[in-house]
């Protein structure tokens, strides 16, 4: 498997090493043969995906594979969806966008339920030497 860094995105080497057999028997379909090193990558993902710098390739259920087995790590927590959903004509889903904020409204026959979330970004750091 080729090395690639990733921005704002790091492994030591060490872990790869240790783990690498068994991750790539995981990530191949195949039953892991040890402890698989498994990484909460989607904080790192979903601020990429946010701030439109995630490279296309990692765009998508497939995407998010790849990402996992070019950095050699297991999915730790989100997996991509093995289910479709297919609500009937009755339940209609809207979501809007403004600036940091997204809000969602599902309707349905039984009520309606609204959520907003909210993408509060890392500051950017000073330059070393700076007094403000």
Not at 46 to 69: C, I, M, N, S, W
Not at 90 to 105: S, Y
Request: hydrophobic letters at 30%; charged letters at 25%; proline letters at 8%.
């Amino acid at each position: 498997m080729r090395e690639k860094p990733l921005s704002g995105l790091t492994r030591s080497a060490g872990g790869r090493r240790e783990y690498a057999r068994a991750n790539d028997r995981e990530l191949n379909g195949k039953t892991p043969d040890g402890v698989a090193w498994c990484a909460d990558l989607s904080w790192w993902y979903f601020a990429q995906k946010q701030q439109g710098t995630l490279d296309p390739k990692y765009e998508g259920d497939e995407g998010y594979l790849r990402l996992h087995r070019e950095t050699g790590t297991g999915i730790y927590l989100y997996a991509p969806q093995v289910w479709k959903e297919s609500p009937d004509a009755t339940v209609r889903t809207a979501a809007a966008r403004d600036g940091n904020l997204t809000r969602t409204v599902i309707s349905t026959p039984a009520g309606t339920i609204a959520g907003v979330t909210e993408y509060v970004p890392t500051p950017t750091p000073r330059p070393t030497g700076s007094t403000t």
